[in-house]
Antibody, heavy 120, light 107 residues
Framework: EVQLVESGGGLVQPGGSLRLSCEAS????????MNWVRQAPGKGLEWLSD????????HYADSVKGRFVISRDDARNSLYLQMNSLRAEDTAVYYC?????????????WGQGTLVTVSS | DIQMAQSPSSLSASVGDRVTITCRSS??????LNWYQQKPGQAPKLLIF???SLQSGVTSRFSGSGSGTDFTLTIRSLQPEDFATYYC?????????FGQGTKLETK
């Protein structure tokens, strides 16, 4: 069974940093593109970033480019999101998600999310 | 960035109804269009990929159509478990973008 478990969320002050982790199990982690998607309270979904197998290709949404860094450790079956210069508008549930090659890369499996609150 | 616009933003319907949700992209995305269902407190669930392909394990009451810039998600014979929020997403070009969502409520 595919499982994605996020951790690292919490309360952080504006301008601060936080590192999210996602531990994967139930599949060969190194063989899949991985994504981060977030959802602000009561709002819609926002795709943030993806990282391909071998970390060969990385993309970001404009809203986080230059502030967030995605990375992966295939030996630990883990995905990370380093978030710097956090703003109030970064408050959201952050989901780790697996991309499957169905027709291009499609997000199929999602974690349950971790809540990040940016507030003084 | 490619903008995705869904309509309507909310929709009231009854069990047994057939409903249609529309998604329009700001430029052609071929068939790189996916539909997700999200219930309160849960992660999204993939329903349709490649505009019209039903994800494994998803009931055939859901169907998708369209290509280019205009797409639809149709749910026939609504069931109680179908009341949720639905999102379209393009996976044609980075950054991948979602529509704003359509909340399907019981009438």
């Amino acid at each position: 069974e595919v499982q994605l478990v996020e951790s690292g969320g919490g309360l952080v002050q504006p301008g601060g940093s936080l590192r999210l982790s996602c531990e994967a199990s139930g599949f060969t982690f190194s063989s899949y593109t991985m994504n981060w998607v977030r959802q602000a309270p009561g709002k819609g979904l926002e795709w943030l970033s993806d990282i391909s197998t071998g970390s060969n290709s990385i993309h970001y949404a404009d809203s986080v480019k230059g502030r967030f860094v995605i990375s992966r450790d295939d030996a630990r079956n883990s995905l990370y999101l380093q978030m710097n210069s956090l703003r109030a508008e970064d408050t959201a549930v952050y989901y780790c998600a697996r991309g499957d090659t169905l027709f291009g890369v499609v997000i199929v499996y999602w974690g349950q999310g971790t809540l990040v609150t940016v507030s003084s | 960035d490619i903008q995705m616009a869904q309509s309507p933003s909310s929709l009231s319907a009854s069990v047994g109804d057939r409903v249609t949700i529309t998604c329009r992209s700001s430029q052609s995305i071929s068939s790189y269009l996916n539909w997700y269902q999200q219930k309160p407190g849960q992660a999204p669930k993939l329903l349709i990929f490649a505009a019209s392909s039903l994800q494994s394990g998803v009931t055939s009451r859901f169907s998708g159509s369209g290509s280019g810039t205009d797409f639809t998600l149709t749910i026939r014979s609504l069931q109680p478990e179908d009341f949720a929020t639905y999102y379209c997403q393009q996976s044609y070009r980075f950054p991948y973008t979602f529509g704003q969502g359509t909340k399907l409520e019981t009438k």
